[in-house]
């Protein structure tokens, strides 16, 4: 891969751009921030963070850009949404070696995430025209009642390593059509993939005349808690850890700002007797080592019924032993390394602790060392028989890490689904459809998402995104998300000449 060419491509050669308004660069004021590719280890490219001072010359930008911009007719914000897409399909190939390479991620994987973004740029176009609200029957007598959806404001979206791209498209997109202004704080380890986003639209932001300040970021930890505790800004979409997520909720409820939060998952798959073993076999593989275990819908348990057990496991461990771990960027390889060496750390923590709880070793894991792997971030995918109920498999970790445990009845093996603090994807494999509807049912599963023979993963952006319990409840991206981009507002017009209350209520003077 030629790096130089792509970074030039991308305009992320110059330095000391730590923040940004769309259409105007600045200095962050603060300190250097480096890049290392986990792929070689190499140094990329270095920006600064944005200090407070800097925060604050860009929210008044972003303030500023909120009072016009939300005076744009939607179909116009749509439009720019559009060409801000068409930019995308452009760079697509540029953007997505870019997510690769700081991330990780197998170069189809990183094409993906740029295709999610104009997925999603297509579906806002379209959303631009249908930000529908209701009208209602007053009980009033020449009285009209509707409802309106009003732009809410300037957005806030923190967003983490893994989707480096992707999460900042489904907030933004999403919101722009809503008349929404946004604040990105992108992941620290990948500053780089968010310069290039900004790089890539602001020739669109610049060609109509959009408002500066509408697409503002902001590098830098240090603007996490500044956006947090900022009542300017009534929405936060934070993307990350349940640990961080609890943080982020509490300090913006206490403000009463609202947020869409994406934290962790801890997604299975129930393998039927009933099921397909090929259609179980890549649906598995793909989910726990695709982006090296690193997706929020990464599988992370495989519940198999016992009459299938051995034979599933078998085929997993020929599968697994086919894989090949390298270079993301070569089409060969399966499995990229982790994001960096903290991450490896905590996968052989995980190993060794379902190890102590009483875990069985079906294939073994480990750090890769030598030609190829000298970033030391490239680990081996594994999997342990293990029980639900074990400390380590109630938690996630961001690695290729693949527990599996037995069961009897189906009901058994959705208790076990279900049994688990987070709540994000889920699925079941089975061709009976007795045991899909259960699956699907009230009584089933209790994730935001559910599949009947598809993995947990590489959900589509045209549905809403997003997980109960510990894993926030926020939806994004498709469906009616756009919802928690706007305000509603609830009108009622009497074009009568007498001002009768509303419950019949009786009141002269
Ligand atoms: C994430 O891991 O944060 O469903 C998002 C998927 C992707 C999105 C994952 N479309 O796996």
């Not at 105007?24 to 250097?32: A, E, I, L, S």
């Not at 270079?327 to 190890?355: F, M, Q, S, W």
């Not at 029980?387 to 380590?392: G, L, R, S, T």
Request: charged residues 20%; hydrophobic residues 35%.
């Amino acid at each position: 891969m030629n790096t130089k060419k792509i970074l030039s491509d991308l305009g992320i050669e110059k330095l000391n751009s730590g923040a940004s308004t769309g259409v105007k660069w600045m200095k962050g004021g603060g300190q250097q921030l480096d890049s290392y590719s986990p792929v070689d280890g190499k140094l990329i490219a270095s920006t600064d963070q944005a200090t407070e001072k800097t925060y604050q010359k860009v929210m008044e930008k972003a303030a500023a850009a909120f009072n016009e911009w939300r005076t744009w007719p939607a179909p116009k914000r749509g439009e720019v949404v559009r060409q801000i897409g068409e930019e995308l399909r452009r760079k697509k190939d540029a953007l997505g070696a870019l997510v690769s390479y700081e991330m990780g991620k197998s170069l189809q994987e990183g094409l993906g995430e740029v295709q999610e973004m104009i997925d999603i740029c297509d579906f806002a176009v379209g959303l631009s025209r249908q930000l529908y609200g209701l009208t209602m029957h007053s009980e009033r007598p020449q009285h009209r009642m509707y409802e309106q959806w009003h732009p809410m404001g300037i957005v806030g979206i923190i967003s983490a390593f893994n989707f480096p791209v992707a999460v900042w498209s489904w907030n933004a997109a999403i919101a722009w059509v809503c008349g929404d202004v946004c604040i990105w704080k992108p992941s620290s380890k990948t500053p780089l993939c968010a310069i290039a986003c900004q790089n890539i639209i602001a020739s669109v932001l610049k060609k109509n005349n959009v408002p500066e300040g509408v697409s503002c970021l902001v590098i830098g930890n240090a603007s996490g808690d500044l956006i947090n505790n900022d009542p300017r800004i009534p929405l936060v979409s934070f993307t990350g850890s349940t640990r961080i997520g609890r943080h982020v909720s509490q300090t913006v409820a206490g403000r009463f700002g609202n947020t869409i939060l994406e934290l962790g998952g801890n997604n299975a798959i129930i393998v039927s007797e009933h099921s397909d073993l090929n259609m179980v076999l890549m649906g598995t593989v793909f989910g726990a080592v695709g982006t090296a275990g690193q997706r929020c819908t990464s599988t992370r348990r495989l519940i198999v019924h016992e009459s299938v057990y051995d034979k599933t496991v078998t085929v997993l461990k020929k599968a697994y032993g086919q894989l090949k771990i390298g270079n993301p960027l070569n089409a060969a390889n399966h499995v990229g390394p982790l994001i960096d060496v903290k991450a490896t750390e905590d996968y052989l923590n995980a190993i060794e602790r379902a190890k102590q709880e009483g875990g069985k070793i079906l294939v073994a894991g480990g750090v890769l060392k030598g030609a190829g792997y000298e970033s030391g971030c490239y680990v081996k995918p594994c999997i342990i028989e293990a029980e639900n109920h074990y400390e380590i498999v109630q938690e996630e970790t961001f690695a290729p890490i693949l527990y599996v445990m037995k069961y009897k009845t189906i009901e058994e093996a959705i208790d076990m689904q279900n049994g688990v603090p987070q709540g994000l994807s889920s699925s079941i494999f089975t061709n009976n459809l007795r045991e899909a509807e259960l699956f699907l049912s009230a009584s089933g599963s209790d994730c935001g998402i559910a599949n009947v023979n598809i993995g947990t993963s590489g959900a589509e952006i045209g549905g809403a995104f997003g997980g109960e319990k510990e894993t926030g409840g926020g939806r994004e991206s498709g469906s009616d998300a756009w919802k928690a981009y706007m305000r509603r507002q609830t009108n009622t017009i009497n074009y009568g000449t007498k001002l009768p209350l509303a419950q019949g209520i009786k009141f002269d003077v």
